[in-house]
């Protein structure tokens, strides 16, 4: 099984609004987000599903043989929070994809990868 | 609200730009030098094609309402830093129940030669 625990930062998520152009202020301006009733700036949930994908890389042994990647955004991850994904084998080629929150929630929900095995 | 299953929209060009790939792997803890993270699908593909659809009048997705509840990436193989790839996005249902609109929103990304690169399927929940 393949897992890495991310504690996410406004830092990050403002590096991500950058380097992916989506700079939506929910992301970026905590006074934005809370006039649409958040509780202030949130994690993109591509962000989330892109540190996902590094954990399902790991697994299938590069991201070059990532083939498919799905996930299903469950709940709001902000600055502070961290979140522990994994990774874990499901048949041949097939990975389940979990990310979990330090209360224990779900992130990610009905999350699957499948990648090319070697030689394929 | 308009229902707008069916519709198309015109295909985008888009050169995945190194230092840009590489500045968004290092924000997801990725290796940059891997080459083009799989998720910049996010950027090449979702990203040149949902802004046509969240802009388009008679569609009307009200933006604010907007939750991305699902994402999905299917790749025949990944891009290279440098190369330029095509996206055309479509409306594959557009459907309302209990006060919810539901838009599955899929974009098809191709190479230079046409062949397959990525396919994308989004579904977009509009709160009313």
Redesign the interface.
């Known amino acids: 099984m393949s897992q890495?625990a991310?504690t996410f930062t406004r830092e990050?998520i403002a590096?991500?609004a950058?380097?992916?152009?989506?700079r939506n202020p929910i992301h970026l301006d905590d006074g934005f987000a809370r006039s649409?009733g958040l509780p202030g700036v949130i994690a993109h949930?591509?962000?989330q599903?892109?540190?996902a994908?590094?954990v399902a890389?790991d697994a299938a042994g590069?991201?070059?043989r990532?083939?498919?990647?799905?996930?299903?955004?469950a709940g709001m991850v902000v600055p502070g929070d961290t979140v522990t994904f994994s990774a874990e084998p499901a048949g041949e080629g097939k990975l389940e994809i979990r990310a979990i929150n330090q209360r224990g929630e779900p992130v990610l929900t009905?999350s699957t990868a499948e990648y090319q095995l070697r030689g394929g | 609200m308009a229902a707008v299953a069916g519709r198309t929209y015109p295909a985008v060009t888009f050169e995945v730009d190194p230092e840009r790939a590489a500045a968004f792997a290092r924000a997801i803890g990725a290796d940059p030098a891997e080459g083009v993270p799989p998720t910049f699908a996010a950027v090449y593909s979702l990203g040149t094609t949902a802004p046509q659809l969240f802009t388009d009048e008679e569609a009307a997705v009200d933006f604010a309402r907007l939750l991305h509840a699902e994402q999905e990436f299917e790749w025949s193989r990944h891009p290279r830093a440098g190369e330029a790839v095509t996206s055309r996005g479509r409306v594959a249902s557009d459907t309302s129940r209990r006060g919810m609109r539901f838009v599955s929103f899929e974009t098809d990304t191709t190479d230079a030669e046409g062949a397959p690169i990525c396919r994308s399927r989004a579904l977009f929940v509009i709160r009313s």
């Open positions: 890495r991310v990050q590096a991500y950058e380097a992916s152009g989506d649409v949930g591509m962000l599903m892109g540190v994908a590094t890389a590069g991201s070059d990532l083939r498919r990647l799905s996930v299903r955004f009905k």
